[in-house]
Each structure stands twice: as structure tokens, then as C-alpha cells.
């Protein structure tokens, strides 16, 4: 199945009602679940990477924290751990998170930038994310994504994700906030301009403590927002990210930018701080930290 729609809000409704009326009964590990085979959606615009309803609790420091540290190439849980505890569950030793996307990745994004600022016709900026090696693993975190390929068409960036599996409610909306984000920056760092976003997943589903979510979650708000950031930029909010749990307010009293101001948000809700009211905070963030405090908890 494809569908082919300029906005994630658009492509949840299509995915939603398409699971409604045609996803098949599966049972992996003895957990009922609704199921779609190979389905694909391209996003047009990626920037319109979120979307917003009042009910749905989306924890977008979470969304910042995981982005920002696919930069990262250490896979300490601790880290990820500060803006969703949920995150210890996963990790085998209480210490690292084996399948840990930026641990994978990170080290090798300036040389994805240089084969595509060398060669902007290749077709081998192609970053695997699962490796052979993890068919053998006994690991509570086993990656769910497959590869992540690169190609620069007519002067744009566009990314192809391979999902060898996605729950629509707990990963699709936090993927594509996340592999959109990567693809803007790498966009950014060889000044050209994004192309169509395309996620394919080959088990798309949701698990059966979630099939009333999708006869209700309906009416969900665009929103489309950019991301200016360079890849030296992402190094510094890493370390932002790393230092969050151990920062005062004070530390986080000069943030100009979106996440950082994300982050300086949950920090001093971890603190029972009141809300900062800065002036000059990025709309995309209105909705989150405005209409609903939930998305600042721990999920």
C-alpha cells in the first residue's frame, strides 16, 4: 500500500483508517495486534512532521532528546533516560541501550555528507541501521529500523526509511519527527533543500490496548515548522541534552533556539519549576507546552 500526501497528519489519517477497516489479526509474542504488510507514505513536505491533538499525550522534549542524540555515537541509557524513564526498560545491563540509533550512526554522518557533496548523484548514501549481527542478539532493544538511504534528486534531499516494524500509536509519529529532522540538517549542511520524505514499514500495526485510540483519535492539527541547525550545531545540543539532568535554570537562561528552549522547558518541569514564558519561542511549540502539560512527563 502507498500513500503519497504532503503532511503527517494527513498520512495518520490514511494509516488510521486503513488499519481500521483492513488491518488482519496477528499475535507476535502472544500479543493480539492489528496489522498492515509493506506500506509506504511519502511526505511531500516534511516539514509538516507533527501533528497535535489535545488528547493524544506526545512528549515532544522526548521527540527533541531523541532526535538530537541520533548525533550522539554513546548509547548510555541514562541520557535519554532523564526526558522518558520508560527508556530503562529496554536497555539489558541498566547501563546502555543495545540497539541505540546514534551509537550506530553517528560517527559515519560527516562521510554520508562527503560521499553526497562529492558524488550528488550516488545511490550508495545508504546508512544501515540493523545489523547481521543482531539476528543473534537476546536483547530487549532490538532495532526497528532497517536503513536509512540518501538521494539527491533535481537539487533536493530525499530520505527513504525502511521500518522492519512500527506501532502507529508509541513509534511512527516519533520516527518521523526524528529521520525528518536528520534529513533537514544534512539538507541544511550541503545547502540544498529538502525532497519528499518516504517511510516504509513492513509491519505496520498497533496492539489491541490501542484499537479504541483509533476509532477516536480523529481531527488531528499540522504542524510544520524548520529546523536551521548544521552538524556542528548538533553537537552542542548534545551536550545540552547530556547536561540537562545535572543544569540549574540558570544554565538554560540564554537558549535562543527550539530545542534547547524545549529542553530548558522539562528541565524545570523535573524540578517543579513553573513554566517559562519566553517571548520569542518557536510556534510549533505552542500546542505542546501550552494546551497540554503532559507532553512535559515522563510517558
Not at 494509516?15 to 500479543?31: F, I, S, V
Not at 534547547?260 to 507546552?289: C, D, G, M, N
Request: proline letters at 4%.
Amino acid at each position: 500500500m502507498e500513500i503519497h500526501v504532503d503532511t503527517f497528519a494527513e498520512a495518520y489519517e490514511c494509516l488510521r483508517h486503513q488499519l481500521l477497516m483492513n488491518g488482519k489479526n496477528e499475535t507476535p509474542r502472544g500479543l493480539l495486534t492489528k496489522e498492515l504488510l509493506h506500506v509506504t507514505f511519502e511526505l511531500r513536505n516534511p516539514r509538516a512532521r507533527l501533528w497535535f491533538h489535545p488528547e493524544r499525550k506526545f512528549s515532544l522534549p522526548f521527540a527533541c532528546a531523541e532526535a538530537t542524540l541520533l548525533f550522539d555515537p554513546t548509547n548510555y541509557v541514562s541520557t535519554i533516560a532523564f526526558f522518558n524513564q520508560r527508556m530503562r526498560r529496554f536497555s539489558d545491563d541498566g547501563v546502555h541501550l543495545y540497539g541505540d540509533y546514534g551509537k550506530r550512526i553517528a560517527s559515519y554522518l560527516p562521510d554520508l555528507v562527503r560521499k553526497l557533496r562529492n558524488d550528488p548523484s550516488t545511490r550508495q548514501a545508504i546508512v544501515p541501521i540493523l545489523h547481521i549481527d543482531d539476528i543473534r542478539a537476546e536483547t530487549k532493544d532490538f532495532p526497528c529500523t532497517s536503513t536509512l538511504h540518501f538521494l539527491i534528486r533535481e537539487n533536493k534531499l530525499h530520505l527513504f526509511v525502511s521500518m522492519r516494524s512500527n506501532d502507529l500509536y508509541w513509534g511512527t509519529g516519533y520516527d518521523v519527527f526524528v529521520f525528518t529532522i536528520l534529513q533537514e540538517i544534512l539538507a541544511n549542511e550541503l545547502d540544498i533543500e529538502m525532497g519528499s520524505y518516504y517511510h516504509t514499514a513492513h509491519s505496520l500495526h498497533v496492539y489491541e490496548q490501542h484499537f479504541e485510540w483509533l476509532k477516536t483519535m480523529t481531527g488531528v492539527q499540522d504542524i510544520i515548522f524548520s529546523v536551521p541547525y548544521r552538524l556542528h550545531d548538533m553537537l552542542h545540543l548534545v551536550l545540552l541534552a547530556k547536561q540537562c539532568k545535572i543544569m540549574n535554570e540558570e544554565a538554560f537562561s540564554e537558549c535562543p533556539d527550539a530545542f534547547e528552549y524545549v529542553f530548558e522547558q522539562y528541565a524545570r518541569k523535573k524540578r517543579h519549576l513553573p513554566l517559562s514564558e519566553k517571548s520569542h519561542y518557536h510556534a510549533w511549540t505552542i500546542p505542546f507546552l501550552t494546551h497540554t502539560h503532559e507532553a512535559l512527563n515522563d510517558k
